[in-house]
């Protein structure tokens, strides 16, 4: 039993955190917040060249040695005729919930987001004015309230929009540390709504479901098979699917 808990750790913690290291010194990083690039990346097109309701979150690796672990989600959203995007991000200073703080597909501390989510038309019409409700009484608004790890922070509060607002239904990034933070002792849906997720202060726990498949969570990465994407999932490096050879 010692030897597979040994074998496990080494397989599933261990090699992939040391791959991720590798590949985030191996890009490098910004020295600071201060000197990161955080303007608009050109994955979206213009608000006005899209008429129709839209709702998507966006996922970009974060900064610095975080970088290795963790992405940062953010809510982009607009209204059918809308000429401008709406962005919504959580921060770790004043106030945590911000709007339109930066273009809605920024650069995150000069990494390239992309699309994890995207509904349009009626759906998204629909979605909208409960997202932003949701948005608005959002618990961990104050200053004060956000934790970067194991949360609250910018991954527990999209997840909580998302499984607040029904038919706001995805599986979230396996790098979205915090993501899984339900207080210090919850039951809650997964994201995806097919299944649930079981959580000890974000810090040991697990998901069952038919989309995200079966979770360890461990310190706040995740651990994993996925067996409707033919994937495994590996703390830093994220979701591996033989369904899209990019990933590997």
């Known amino acids: ?50 008429p129709q309701a839209t709702v998507m979150i966006l996922a970009a690796r974060t900064g610095r040695w975080k970088g290795i672990f963790a992405e940062h989600m953010s809510i982009v959203l607009k209204e059918e005729g809308a000429a401008e995007w709406s962005r919504y991000d959580v921060v770790g200073w004043g106030d945590p919930v911000r709007k339109n703080n930066y273009p809605a597909d920024a650069l995150w501390y000069g990494n390239r987001p992309r699309v994890i989510y995207k509904v349009e038309g009626e759906k998204a019409a629909t979605l909208i004015p409960e997202i932003e409700r949701a948005i608005s009484s959002y618990p ?58 079981a959580s000890l202060a974000g810090v040991l726990g697990v998901t069952v479901a038919m989309e995200e498949g079966i979770e360890l969570h461990i310190l706040g990465s995740t651990a994993g098979i996925d067996v409707n994407d033919i994937a495994i999932k590996l703390p830093a490096l994220g979701k591996l699917s033989l369904l899209d050879p990019t990933q590997l």
């Open 140 to 197: 961990f608004s104050r200053r004060g309230d956000y934790t970067v790890w194991p949360g609250p922070n910018s991954n527990s509060f999209v997840s909580t929009i998302v499984r607040e607002v029904p038919g706001f239904d995805t599986e979230l990034p396996a790098t979205a540390i915090g993501k899984d933070w339900l207080g210090w002792a919850g039951v809650a849906q997964a994201p995806s709504k097919t299944g649930w997720t």
């Open 1 to 50: 039993m010692w030897r597979v808990f040994r074998w496990f750790v080494l397989l599933v913690i261990i090699l992939p955190v040391t791959i991720g290291a590798i590949k985030g010194y191996a890009a490098g990083w910004p020295a600071s917040w201060r000197t990161a690039d955080w303007s608009s990346s050109g994955v979206l097109p213009s608000a006005k060249a899209t």
